[in-house]
């Protein structure tokens, strides 16, 4: 008989991979292992991965760097859901001769999660939440939309689809990126101002970027601290756009009104993070992808790639 190839799917905390797509065609031809827990350390992802042929990631949750992928002769493909994979060394891959490939990405559901975190702290929904189930009744007021200012810091894909519905909600939009003109911003309903201004003049400031070497710390003490003190920032992109201690400073010192994340320089955040002691930030642990219907492109197109591999 055959050999079958071994396929590993790393951090699939919910279990999902295997009931979101069919793999009977791949099941065929392969030993697929599902990896439920995240490991974080090099030696010991090395160890775990040691057999398989193909290692299907999700998104960066685990990074594929030279050193680590020098480790594992076997590999031969690796998967990852998104468009783009920023943690996986591709020079790296080039040289050992293994194969990379993507899948598809459905933007709706971090443009949807911006908007929940959004709403949820401008009226306090967590805390009224509480309130309610120990008995409580009415002990916050709200924020409105309507007639408030909304700073977008990327008016990308997703960052113009923020300034759409932020248009329903009847609010100011403004935006800028290091590439935004005036023109560009006026084509979605925006009003190009400087970076100062946009943190000065905000009410909600929402960051959309790509990371790269160029964005990284975009958003620094600088910035933040020119912000309102009833303003609120929201971040559902990427952890490093943000001077993260910078973040802890203004929130611990109630320079501003709160922040909602969903994204971490570290992912797990440490159980220990001042991030998780703060009584004025909303945070969610980098779930604004997750969805049934993106788990669905992600893990079809993944046995759609690995099915053309195997022929």
Not at 126 to 132: L, N, R, V, Y
Not at 214 to 227: A, C, D, H, P
Request: glycine letters at 6%; aromatic letters at 8%.
């Amino acid at each position: 008989m055959m050999k079958k190839i071994k396929i590993a799917i790393l951090d699939d905390y919910q279990n999902a991979a295997l009931t979101l797509a069919d793999w009977s065609v791949v099941e065929a031809a392969a030993d697929i292992t599902v990896f439920n827990d995240h490991l974080s350390e090099e030696e010991e992802i090395a160890k775990r991965l040691q057999p398989f042929e193909i290692i299907c990631v999700m998104r960066e949750r685990t990074p594929l760097q030279e050193s680590l992928l020098a480790k594992l002769p076997n590999v031969k493909l690796i998967v990852s859901t998104g468009s783009r994979n920023a943690s996986i060394d591709l020079k790296a891959t080039e040289k050992l001769g293994i194969k990379v490939a993507n899948t598809g990405y459905m933007s709706t559901g971090a443009i949807e999660m911006t908007w929940a975190v959004l709403m949820a702290m401008a009226r306090h929904i967590p805390k009224e939440t509480s309130t309610f189930k120990s008995g409580g009744w009415q002990t916050t007021i709200g924020t409105d939309l309507a007639g408030k200012t909304i700073g977008i810091v990327g008016l990308g894909g997703i960052g113009k689809k923020i300034a759409e519905i932020a248009k329903v909600f009847d609010m100011n939009v403004i935006a800028w990126s290091q590439n935004l003109t005036p023109e560009k911003a006026a084509e979605q309903g925006a009003r190009y101002v400087s970076k100062e201004a946009l943190f000065q003049e905000s009410d909600f400031i929402t960051i959309h970027l790509v990371l790269s070497d160029r964005s990284r710390g975009i958003v620094s003490t600088k910035e933040l601290t020119l912000m309102k003190p009833s303003a609120y920032f929201i971040n559902t992109s990427r952890g490093p756009l943000v001077d993260e201690q910078a973040l802890i400073e203004v929130l611990t010192n109630k320079s501003i009104a709160g922040a909602a994340l969903d994204v971490f320089d570290t992912e797990p955040l440490p159980a220990d993070h001042p991030f998780r002691k703060l009584d004025n930030l909303l945070a969610t642990s980098h779930i604004g992808f997750v969805t049934e219907d993106t788990y669905r492109v992600f893990y079809g197109d993944t046995v759609k790639t690995i099915e053309d591999w195997l022929k």
